[in-house]
Every structure is written in C-alpha cells, then in structure tokens.
C-alpha cells in the first residue's frame, strides 16, 4: 500500500525531508513517491508524515485514490464557498 502524489504539487519539497522511508524523489515534473518503498508510515508514524506536512489541498491521495487533505480541510473554506469565490474572480 502507498501515497501517491498528483500534478497540483507546488514542488515545495516540505514532504522530502519527513518521510522516514525516503520514498518521495523530486521527478521532472513534481515530487512523487515510490510504491515500492512508501510505508504509508507504519511503524514509524500514526499519521502518514508527507499528507500531514503538504500545505496543498488533494495533492497527496491514499491507496484507494482519495485526497488524504480533501478539498476545504486545510483553507477552512467549505468547497462551495470556494467556487463562488472564484466563479465571482473569473466573471471579472
Ligand atoms: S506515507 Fe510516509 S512513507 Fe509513504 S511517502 Fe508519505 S511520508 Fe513517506
Ligand atoms: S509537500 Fe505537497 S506540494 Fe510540497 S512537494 Fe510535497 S507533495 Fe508537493
């Protein structure tokens, strides 16, 4: 079972240094994970380490494919409130 890492990644490399399995490597387009070597941070960590750290919303996925930092969760911002907001910038 492993992490994965999606393209909203900002290549800001705060994960890099925290994953206790060196799993993550910066590729040419963003940081990614390697399946073989992730841990989910078992054994190590109740929490996988590079989900807690990253500050971008659904940049880091579970096994199953789901955003470990779902959309709202880190910003406060319920979802819909910001999708007006920014249907409202995108309309100026
Ligand atoms: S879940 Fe843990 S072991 Fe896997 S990449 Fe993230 S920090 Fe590394
Ligand atoms: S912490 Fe998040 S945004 Fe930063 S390098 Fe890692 S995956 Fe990318």
Redesign the pocket.
Known sequence: MALS?VDS????????DVCPSNA?YQSSA??KINPKKCTECEGDYAHPQ?AS????EE??LDAAGEAINPLGSLTGIPPEKMKEAMDEIQAR
């Open positions: 890492i990644c900002v290549n800001c490399w705060a994960c890099y993550i963003h940081f590079c750290i990253c500050p971008i940049t880091i």
